[in-house]
């Protein structure tokens, strides 16, 4: 399901989170271009491929997405 994400036009990452339970989320995340999805999640202990990384926050959902998503904006805005 990740993979569609980037089948958007102007999208260079995107999040697949799964509720594992009530404080753990795992996220998959897909990338394409220079922006390093790996790298990204490393800071929370994740880790994978330049395109494909994956992570599990001890989270529950919402904050996980809290905690993602805007990450990730500005990362990619720093990109720009």
């Known amino acids: 399901l990740v993979n569609y994400t980037l089948l ?3 999208v260079s990452a995107g ?3 799964k509720e594992l ?3 753990a989320t795992k996220v998959s995340c897909r990338s394409r271009g220079a922006f390093p ?3 990204f999640v490393s800071r929370w202990g994740g880790g ?4 494909a990384a994956g992570v599990r926050l001890d989270l529950p959902l919402s904050e996980a997405v809290d905690t993602l998503v805007p990450a990730a904006l ?3 805005e720093e990109r720009a």
Do not use: K, S, V
């Open 48 to 51: 994978g491929h330049p395109n």
């Open 74 to 76: 500005e990362a990619l």
């Open 21 to 23: 339970g009530p404080a």
């Open 15 to 17: 999040f697949y989170f």
């Open 37 to 39: 999805i790996d790298r």
């Open 8 to 10: 958007i036009d102007g």
